[in-house]
Nanobody, 120 residues
Framework: EVQLVESGGGLVQAGGSLKLSCVASGSPIDDYAIGWFRQAPGKEREPVSYISDSYSIIYDDSVEGRFTMTRHNAKNTVYLEMNSLKPEDTAVYYC??????????????WGKGTPVTVSS
C-alpha cells in the first residue's frame, strides 16, 4: 500500500509559478505510475498529467507547455512544476498512484490534496 502526501500549494498571482511535491511512503514508487489531478470548486476532478514507471509523460492540453512533471525515485517523490499560472488553474491538486488513465477510477491510491489559488 502507498500513502501519498502533497505539498507546495498556495496563493500566487497570474503568470507566476509554483512547484508541487508528492511524497510517497509505505512502498517504493519505482514500479508505479503517478498522476496529478485537480478539482476546482463545483467541478469534477480532472487529470493534469501522469508519468509512467518508464518516465513516459502525458499532459492534459490545458497545461501542455506550462506544467512539467518529474519523478525522483530515490526520494520517493514526484513533482509538478507549474509556470505561467492562470486563474483557471485554481483548484485542489491531488497526487495518485498505481493506475493509468484520465478517470479517478483508473487510480488506486490518492493523497489528500494541496490547494492552489491563482489570483488575477
Amino acid at each position: 500500500e502507498v500513502q501519498l502526501v502533497e505539498s507546495g500549494g498556495g496563493l500566487v498571482q497570474a503568470g507566476g509559478s509554483l512547484k508541487l511535491s508528492c511524497v510517497a511512503s509505505g512502498s517504493p514508487i519505482d514500479d508505479y505510475a503517478i498522476g496529478w489531478f485537480r478539482q476546482a470548486p463545483g467541478k469534477e476532478r480532472e487529470p493534469v498529467s501522469y508519468i509512467s514507471d518508464s518516465y513516459s509523460i502525458i499532459y492534459d492540453d490545458s497545461v501542455e507547455g506550462r506544467f512539467t512533471m518529474t519523478r525522483h525515485n530515490a526520494k520517493n517523490t514526484v513533482y509538478l512544476e507549474m509556470n505561467s499560472l492562470k486563474p483557471e488553474d485554481t483548484a485542489v491538486y491531488y497526487c495518485a498512484a498505481d493506475g493509468w488513465g484520465p478517470l479517478v477510477t483508473d487510480w488506486k491510491y490518492w493523497g489528500k490534496g494541496t490547494p492552489v489559488t491563482v489570483s488575477s
